[in-house]
Structures are given as structure tokens and as C-alpha cells.
């Protein structure tokens, strides 16, 4: 199984100020087509996960341009340009390359 | 408007089985593959597996295959889990998530996400 492993898993931060969440697989996740099967989530309190980027770069529809993905094969950001007081949650990345599907631990971000 | 819409909560002895529903609507239902995940309290995600709606073919985490099927209705746009013998260990929550994947056949991404169903198992 591919192992992602997120860092930090806490991650306090002062509003207006940037954040950045680090995504490491234990095998490349860049496909044959060229695209990352990594994806980007973020868990809202007592609420359902929502995609933020897939294919490692894209941003969901409606997700705000202070959010952006980048990385290659093992290797993957995901950056918060000013954080918000409604970014609070815990972020997931996710490999899709191969099952079983697996996700990072998590990485909760909380506002200082 | 695209949804995910699941079935309640529900609360399971140990050893009985129980059935979660997810239907959709919004889109075509059998244009895209279902994901099934789950959450314990408190814990992180855990993919269960995937059914297409189209074909009923599915796709089980080893973890799950010997105690869980996914099928499907598609004239009410569902698709269900069915969780056997369930332990105290199974007390989480459910989400189904849809894949756009289908179309290039292989899993791409989760966009839509169903509210979750929890399901507590106690004696």
C-alpha cells in the first residue's frame, strides 16, 4: 500500500498570515498521462469532506485562489497565501494512483 | 445542483448487519463511480472501496471485502453498503463520495461528498 504521510499535524496560525502543508508518498504518484493522483482536502467541523485540488495543482470549483496544490511524484504542498478564520479544519491528501486508496493522517490548522 | 444524500443513524448490536443508502441526484447516476470511506471518531479517513453504478462492479479494500458488499439501484439513483457482523470496532462514520473517474476508468478524484451516516454499535 502507498503510505502519505502529512507534516506538520498541527498547524496554529495567525489570520492573514500564510500556511503550508507538506504531502510525502512513499511511491511516485505521477501517472503515465502526466498528471499527480494526489488530491486535497480539508474536513470543516462536524461537516463532510470537501475537494480543494485534484490532479495535484487544479483547484476545485468555488475553492478560493488562496488556495493552491504543487509538487511531483512524491512530494506535494498544499499553501494557504492568507489564512482565514473559516479555513479552520483538517486538511487530507489522498492518492488515487493505486488501491487501496489512502490518505494522509491529517493536519489540523487552528487560528492563533 | 449535484448531492449525495444519506440514509440516518442508526445503532447496531454486535453481530447484526446493517444497510446505508446514498442516492444521488443532480447528474447522471451512472456516470460516475461511487466511494465508499470511513471515519471513527475522531480519527482520520479510511477508503472501504468503490461500486460503478453502471455495471455493479466493485472494487473492496482488503480490510473490508469479507465483511462489506456495495450494490446498487438505478431505478431510484442509490447505492448502498451493507456491513455484516459488525464489531464494537465498526462505530464510525460513512460517507459515499463520487469519483469522476469513470469516464477514463480509472479513480481520479472524490468532488462531492454525501453528510456521512453514523452507525454505533453497542450491546
Known amino acids: 500500500d502507498i503510505v502519505m504521510t502529512q507534516s506538520p499535524l498541527s498547524l496554529p496560525v495567525t489570520p492573514g498570515e500564510p500556511a503550508s502543508i507538506s504531502c510525502r508518498s512513499t511511491?511516485?504518484?505521477?501517472?503515465?498521462?502526466?498528471?499527480?493522483?494526489v488530491s486535497w482536502y480539508l474536513q470543516k467541523p462536524g461537516q463532510s469532506p470537501q475537494l480543494l485540488i485534484y490532479l495535484g495543482s487544479n483547484r476545485a470549483s468555488g475553492v478560493p485562489d488562496r488556495f493552491s496544490g504543487s509538487g511531483s511524484e512524491s512530494d506535494f504542498t498544499l499553501k494557504i497565501s492568507r489564512v482565514e478564520a473559516e479555513d479552520v479544519g483538517i486538511y487530507y491528501c489522498?492518492?488515487?494512483?493505486?488501491?487501496?486508496?489512502?490518505f494522509g493522517q491529517g493536519t489540523r490548522l487552528e487560528i492563533k | 445542483q449535484k448531492e449525495l444524500v444519506q440514509s440516518g443513524a442508526d445503532v447496531k448490536k454486535p453481530g447484526a448487519s446493517v444497510r446505508v443508502s446514498c442516492m444521488a441526484s443532480?447528474?447522471?447516476?451512472?456516470?460516475?463511480?461511487i466511494h465508499w470511506l470511513r471515519q471513527v471518531p475522531g480519527r482520520g479517513l479510511e477508503w472501504m472501496g468503490w461500486i460503478d453504478p453502471e455495471s455493479g462492479d466493485t472494487n473492496y479494500g482488503q480490510t473490508f471485502q469479507a465483511w462489506v458488499t456495495m450494490t446498487r439501484d438505478t431505478s431510484v439513483s442509490t447505492v448502498y453498503l451493507q456491513l455484516n457482523r459488525l464489531k464494537s470496532g465498526d462505530t464510525a462514520i460513512y460517507y459515499c463520495?463520487?469519483?469522476?473517474?469513470?469516464?477514463?476508468?480509472?479513480?481520479?478524484?472524490?468532488?462531492?461528498w454525501g453528510q456521512g451516516s453514523l452507525v454505533t454499535v453497542s450491546s
Open positions: 463520495a463520487r469519483d469522476v473517474g469513470r469516464e477514463v476508468g480509472k479513480t481520479l478524484f472524490l468532488d462531492n
Open positions: 489522498m492518492q488515487a494512483l493505486q488501491t487501496p486508496i489512502t
Open positions: 443532480g447528474y447522471p447516476f451512472t456516470d460516475y463511480y
Open positions: 511511491q511516485s504518484l505521477l501517472y503515465s498521462n502526466g498528471y499527480n493522483y
